[in-house]
């Protein structure tokens, strides 16, 4: 069956080219070597020389005679034949930017698959080399290996609850695994918007890009305004781009305060003390150490929501309750509920946590 014989970077371009004109047949791509792929032509398209193929050549191969199941299938011929075990067996994926770690094994073979993986999934513009968090904001350390179009930059969308999301796994983190959580956010804080029977405002010092958020701002009457921010200057920029587009449609959220700066010194802003009818934290290496400098945003007028993140040592689990409760006990206020659930393990000692608190003033 004919082939046209395209350079691997080529190959998208050409596919597009040959499907828009009726000639690109179903049977699938054919790696060809390392550096090159064959697109499947049907009967109806020009012979080779033809001045449409712009010089490129055609070969007489076997077509594909089932679309691959795997990545690795779409590996050049030679790549193939390396043990299954060399190649990673997990990536991740935000919005069309997909993450992999690339051990140093793989590394010569890095482009090769990131091709292969493009050519796999379709909804995938980026592949990128990550090797892994580090710095004050936890950013993922990546290399673009291949792109679908050229565009290497990392900002993307996801889609949560059936809201679109700005994220950049590049410059902010963000986790998708805390979804659930952020349904429940929604659950107990429209329980205690019943319990005080007015709209609520929202702190949420720790707010990353604010996947929080769009969930209570669509809920009628649920939110009267917002109090949120970011240490990270990267995670603030998309936080106020996502709260544009989440509020395109509503108006009237009063106060309406997006920040860049350290949350413990928020306090330390007269205009910020007292605002809040709802905290969420979610530090999790530090939320409980950083409470009691957040308590001061709450509106201690009645009764106050609490909510937030931690990892704890599972042996103080049990303890960790009464750590909450003595926190609120020395800001004046009481516990009349609280609860320390574990969410998932962190590791063989410790687990993640959610720690929730309804505090009475008296």
């Given amino acids: 069956m004919r082939h046209l014989s395209v350079p691997s970077h080529e190959t998208e371009r050409w596919l597009a080219f040959c499907r828009s004109n ?12 390392s550096d090159h792929r064959g697109v499947p032509l049907t009967p109806a398209a020009p012979a080779e020389g033809d001045e449409v193929w712009g010089g490129m050549h055609m070969i007489d191969v076997e077509p594909r005679s089932k679309a691959p199941v795997h990545w690795r299938e779409r590996l050049p011929v030679d790549l193939q034949r390396l043990p299954e075990s060399l190649w990673p067996s997990a990536y991740e994926i935000q919005g069309d930017v997909l993450m992999v770690k690339v051990e140093p094994e793989v590394e010569p073979y890095a482009k090769a698959m990131a091709e292969a993986m493009l050519e796999q999934l379709p909804n995938v513009r980026l592949v990128c080399s990550d090797a892994g968090v580090e710095g004050e904001f936890r950013v993922r350390q990546l290399r673009p290996l291949a792109s679908r179009d050229g565009s290497v930059s990392t900002r993307t969308q996801i889609r949560e609850h059936g809201v679109s999301i700005w994220v950049d796994p590049g410059t902010v983190y963000f986790s998708g695994r805390l979804s659930t959580q952020r349904y429940e956010t929604l659950k107990a804080m429209q329980r205690f918007r019943a319990l005080l029977n007015r709209p609520l405002v929202v702190a949420d010092p720790y707010a990353g890009v604010g996947p929080s958020l769009p969930l209570l701002l669509a809920e009628p009457d649920l939110l009267q305004g917002y109090l949120v921010g970011d240490l990270n200057p990267d995670a603030v920029e998309l936080l106020a781009l996502n709260i544009a587009d989440w509020t395109a449609h509503t108006t009237g959220f009063e106060p309406e305060v997006v920040l860049c700066e350290d949350a413990l010194k928020w306090s330390q802003r007269a205009e910020l003390l007292g605002l809040a009818d709802v905290l969420l934290v979610n530090l ?7 409470l009691p400098s957040l308590l001061p945003l709450l509106r201690k007028q009645n009764r ?20 909450l409760q003595s926190i609120v006990q020395e800001a004046n206020g009481r516990c009349e509920e609280a609860l320390v659930e574990e ?11 959610v720690f929730q608190a309804t505090i009475a003033w008296d």
Avoid at 343 to 353: A, I, L, P, Q, W
């Fill in 22 to 33: 009726g000639w690109l047949a179903s049977t699938g791509v054919v790696p060809l070597g």
């Fill in 304 to 323: 106050s929501l609490v909510r937030g993140w931690a990892i704890v040592e599972r042996a103080r689990l049990p303890s960790t309750e009464k750590r």
């Fill in 284 to 290: 999790p290496h530090d939320s409980l150490d950083h």
């Fill in 343 to 353: 969410v998932k393990g962190f590791s063989s000692t410790r687990c993640f946590v």
